[in-house]
């Protein structure tokens, strides 16, 4: 008794120490319970803990298992946190104890991220349809381009994304599989997504960080005086807001539709879509700061053949914008994610951005 009550309290000041109240990998130490392979958890409070694993744990920590673990994490490798999808935090698992990819043993790994040449053969969304097929995907560092072909003796390739534009999120819920990635890029002003996974986390991962190595290899060569450091924001970005709202027209008389929108503070961009899974946007508002003509207000006048009565009035320097939401809390999400876009200073890509999309109207 006088043993257990000793590694309790041993237990309970290790927890208390700097590093140790969350989990060491991505703040939640649930997902390792589904790996016993590579972790144990167990309670503090609840489980039996022998005094060799008291003795080990004194020893060690998360801050002294992070520094043998992490020792070599490149930086474009993303580390998931805690509201990640599984396969991103599971595979994170897998990287740092599995494979002991950042330990410095072993480069294998980093070098086939960052190699000129990444393939890797995809489920597809049909631009038009529903059905995934596969195609294969062939990501260029050298040319900082990620080409995909409809077949596998096709010589010439169906698309040709540059890394300019290019974001990656995965979106499980969103394409229904668990290994879900949605690609976002610029085509003749408009956004175009391709929608993709894979059977095998891993190799939707390691696609994954592939494609954060080569965009960070473009931003690091369209930026020579800044580093990696100061790029990593950059290099991919998961979306401020997104969701439904009613959208009536310019004039405001034309009846209100239903529409998906997705606010990215990184391009400042508000896109519509007419369903979560279009291969291509609607239209897209620029939101710039508020020195540029720029606000944001809850609308509370009533509208007419809108079934939602949450409002939002977006003003611009051409057009004054009208969203309905279908509950408050909705409404003051959104709110919330325009104000925090507009707060933000314009960079000169903004304003680059900005002219294109106001050319195009």
Same mark, same amino acid.
């Not at 309290?9 to 208390?16: A, N, S, T």
């Not at 005094?51 to 043998?68: I, T, Y």
């Given at each position: 008794?006088?043993?257990?009550?000793? @590694?309790?309290?041993?237990?309970?000041?290790?927890?208390?120490?700097?590093? @140790? @109240?969350?989990?060491?990998?991505?703040?939640?130490?649930?997902?390792?319970? /589904?790996?016993?392979?590579?972790?144990?958890?167990?309670?503090?409070?609840?489980?039996?803990?022998?005094?060799?694993?008291?003795?080990?744990?004194?020893?060690?920590?998360?801050?002294?298992?992070?520094?043998?673990?992490?020792?070599?994490?490149?930086?474009?490798?993303?580390?998931?946190?805690?509201?990640?999808?599984?396969?991103?935090?599971?595979?994170?698992?897998?990287?740092?104890?599995?494979?002991?990819?950042?330990?410095?043993?072993?480069?294998?790994?980093?070098?086939?991220?960052?190699?000129?040449?990444?393939?890797?053969?995809?489920?597809?969304?049909?631009?038009? /349809?529903?059905?995934?097929?596969?195609?294969?995907?062939?990501?260029?560092?050298?040319?900082?381009?990620?080409?995909?072909?409809?077949?596998?003796?096709?010589?010439?390739?169906?698309?040709?994304? /540059?890394?300019?534009?290019?974001?990656? &999120?995965?979106?499980?819920?969103? =394409?229904?599989?668990?290994?879900?990635?949605? =690609?976002?890029?610029?085509?003749?002003?408009?956004?175009? @997504?391709?929608?993709?996974?894979?059977?095998?986390?891993?190799?939707?991962?390691?696609?994954? /960080?592939?494609?954060?190595?080569?965009?960070?290899?473009?931003?690091?060569?369209?930026?020579?005086?800044?580093?990696?450091?100061?790029?990593?924001?950059?290099?991919?970005?998961?979306?401020?807001?997104?969701?439904?709202?009613?959208? +009536?027209?310019? +004039?405001?008389?034309?009846?209100?539709?239903?529409?998906?929108?997705?606010?990215?503070?990184?391009?400042?961009?508000?896109?519509?879509?007419?369903?979560?899974?279009?291969?291509?946007?609607?239209?897209? &508002?620029?939101?710039?700061?508020?020195?540029?003509?720029?606000?944001?207000?809850?609308?509370?006048?009533? +509208?007419?053949?809108?079934?939602?009565?949450?409002?939002?009035?977006?003003? +611009?320097?051409?057009?004054?914008?009208?969203?309905?939401?279908?509950?408050?809390?909705?409404?003051?999400?959104?709110?919330?994610?325009?104000?925090?876009?507009?707060?933000?200073?314009?960079?000169?890509?903004?304003?680059?951005?900005?002219?294109?999309?106001?050319?195009?109207?």
């Amino acid at each position: 008794m006088a043993s257990l009550e000793r @590694n309790n309290k041993i237990l309970l000041e290790l927890v208390r120490q700097p590093g @140790n @109240n969350l989990c060491a990998d991505c703040g939640a130490a649930g997902m390792h319970r /589904n790996l016993p392979a590579i972790s144990k958890v167990k309670s503090i409070r609840l489980d039996h803990w022998e005094d060799s694993l008291v003795e080990f744990m004194q020893q060690k920590g998360n801050n002294a298992a992070k520094a043998v673990f992490e020792k070599c994490i490149p930086a474009f490798f993303y580390q998931p946190h805690e509201n990640d999808c599984p396969v991103l935090r599971e595979q994170w698992i897998r990287a740092k104890y599995e494979r002991r990819e950042f330990t410095g043993e072993n480069i294998y790994f980093q070098k086939i991220y960052k190699s000129d040449l990444f393939e890797a053969t995809l489920w597809k969304k049909g631009r038009d /349809n529903k059905q995934f097929l596969k195609k294969i995907f062939l990501l260029s560092q050298k040319e900082f381009t990620l080409r995909y072909f409809i077949r596998e003796d096709s010589k010439i390739p169906k698309a040709v994304i /540059n890394m300019k534009a290019l974001n990656a &999120v995965f979106q499980p819920e969103r =394409i229904g599989h668990a290994h879900g990635l949605q =690609i976002s890029y610029t085509e003749d002003e408009h956004t175009r @997504n391709i929608f993709v996974y894979h059977e095998d986390g891993q190799t939707i991962v390691s696609f994954f /960080n592939a494609l954060r190595a080569t965009r960070l290899a473009y931003l690091l060569e369209k930026h020579p005086m800044l580093q990696e450091k100061d790029l990593l924001h950059q290099i991919t970005a998961q979306c401020l807001k997104e969701g439904y709202m009613e959208k +009536t027209g310019p +004039t405001q008389r034309e009846p209100f539709k239903k529409r998906w929108f997705t606010l990215c503070s990184r391009n400042r961009k508000l896109l519509y879509f007419k369903s979560p899974l279009d291969a291509t946007d609607l239209g897209a &508002v620029f939101i710039g700061t508020e020195n540029h003509g720029y606000s944001v207000s809850e609308n509370t006048s009533r +509208t007419r053949g809108g079934r939602w009565h949450c409002g939002i009035t977006l003003e +611009t320097p051409g057009r004054q914008f009208v969203f309905m939401c279908e509950q408050v809390q909705e409404q003051k999400e959104w709110l919330q994610a325009f104000r925090k876009v507009i707060s933000q200073p314009m960079t000169p890509e903004d304003y680059a951005n900005e002219a294109i999309l106001r050319r195009g109207k």
